[in-house]
């Protein structure tokens, strides 16, 4: 059976990406402390995924949250939002953890996938893989994402684009889930928007699309 998020092309069907409340799941990857210094734009990528966060609490879109070594790596920081998250500790670079993947059955398999977090080239890059492979859909928040150099960060996302994932921004995903200003929780997001998300410095990488 085929979603009204598939079209068909020369009676192949392709995904075009368009997000649902029902079905999809928030990854929040690795952002932990001890990354705080190292990782390009880490505030304002944080601040970016926050929003998500409260985003998909306020629509109901259930959330999984790792930590990657953390008791190297420090918890995950404060400004994420994320109390109330068990975090799911890992020390591989996928997010698919035999912990994760039960959580995801739990949650009736979601085949959309809102990732945010670092690193872009690796835990990112990896988790895509695995989720691409499973037949899953990946939409990729550019300016929730990021690396500790910025040309390791601009070259994954466009390897991942390459791969199938779609990329997006905060403020894309959070008008796609709600689609009308006449939605019942349209004025809470609309409260996330307020200001416009700060310049990650995605726009060279846009330059070269």
């Known amino acids: 059976m085929h979603t009204n998020a598939d079209v068909m092309h020369g009676g192949k069907v392709s995904r075009i990406g368009r997000l649902s409340t029902k079905g999809s799941v928030l990854l929040l990857c690795d952002m932990q402390e001890k990354f705080r210094p190292s990782i390009f734009q880490f505030t304002n990528i944080v601040s970016n995924a926050a929003r998500l966060l409260q985003a998909c609490r306020i629509l109901g879109i259930p959330q999984i949250l790792t930590e990657q070594y953390p008791k190297g790596l420090g918890p995950t920081v404060p400004e994420l939002g994320a109390e109330g998250l068990i975090p799911h500790a890992k020390t591989s670079f996928s997010m698919l953890s035999e912990s994760v993947k039960s959580s995801l059955k739990c949650l009736g398999d ?43 960060r601009l070259f994954a996302l466009s390897r991942l684009k390459q791969s199938g994932a779609f990329l997006t921004t905060t403020e894309g995903v959070l008008l796609q889930l709600v689609q009308d200003a006449k939605h019942p929780n349209f004025k809470e997001i609309q409260k996330l928007l307020a200001h416009p998300s700060p310049d990650t410095g995605l726009l060279a990488f846009l330059s070269s699309l």
């Open 110 to 152: 979601p085949q959309q996938v809102i990732m945010c977090g670092i690193e872009a080239q690796a835990c990112i890059a990896c988790t895509t893989y695995d989720l691409l492979e499973r037949g899953m859909e990946v939409h990729i928040v550019a300016d929730a994402v990021s690396s500790r150099s910025q040309t390791d």
